[in-house]
């Protein structure tokens, strides 16, 4: 394990290039998951505006969307 516990990262022009999610984030995101890290997506969008492979348990532990109104 690193000694990073959580990695947060918003989604417009972060993790999504031109509105769409890229491979290599998915992986980056695969790859901090597997050596430990909390991943976190923090966001304004409604949950509805997320894009599905981003809800997936297996890459993002914690989804908060809404500005922090939903999770």
Do not use: N, W
Request: a positive charge; aromatic letters at 2%.
């Amino acid at each position: 394990m690193t000694g990073i516990q959580m990695a947060v990262f918003d989604l417009d022009g972060t993790l999504l290039q031109h509105g769409a999610l890229t491979g290599e984030a998915v992986r980056m995101l695969q790859a901090l998951k597997k050596s430990g890290v909390r991943v976190v997506i923090a966001t304004g969008r409604h949950r509805g505006t997320v894009p599905p492979r981003l809800k997936s348990p297996r890459v993002v532990e914690y989804l908060i969307c809404s500005h922090g109104c939903l999770g």
